[in-house]
C-alpha cells in the first residue's frame, strides 16, 4: 500500500476467474483491447490509445494466456533493441501507459 501512495483506496479493482470472459465484456461494453506480447507485430507508437482501452499485460514467465491473446482486438509490443529480450512487467506496463497517456494529452491540446 505505501508504494501506491494510498491510490489503491481510489481505485476499484475486481478479480475475475476467467480473463477471456473479462475481455468479451470489455469490448462489448464498447473498449478496444490490447495485449501486450513480445510477439506481436505493431508497436505501441502505431495503435491509437485514445479511444477507450484496456491493456492487457502477461506474467513474466507465462505472459497472457493463448486464448485471451485470440480474444484481443490488437496485440502490441515494446521496441526493443539489443540483447534485451523483453522487459519486467512494470517497467514494461509503465512504458506503455506512458505512451498512452502522451497520446491522450496530445489530442486534448
Do not use: W
Amino acid at each position: 500500500i505505501k508504494t501506491s501512495a494510498g491510490a489503491i483506496y481510489n481505485i476499484k479493482i475486481c478479480k475475475e476467474k476467467n480473463l477471456a470472459h473479462s475481455v468479451d465484456f470489455l469490448q462489448q461494453s464498447g473498449i478496444k483491447v490490447f495485449s501486450a506480447t513480445e510477439k506481436a507485430q505493431k508497436l505501441i507508437y502505431d495503435v491509437d490509445f485514445t479511444e477507450p482501452c484496456a491493456i492487457v499485460m502477461g506474467n513474466e514467465e507465462t505472459g497472457i494466456s493463448k486464448e485471451v491473446l485470440h480474444h484481443s482486438d490488437e496485440k502490441i509490443k515494446l521496441p526493443i533493441e539489443g540483447k534485451t529480450q523483453s522487459l519486467n512487467v512494470s517497467v514494461a506496463c509503465g512504458a506503455i501507459l506512458y505512451e498512452a497517456v502522451r497520446q491522450k494529452i496530445v489530442v486534448a491540446g
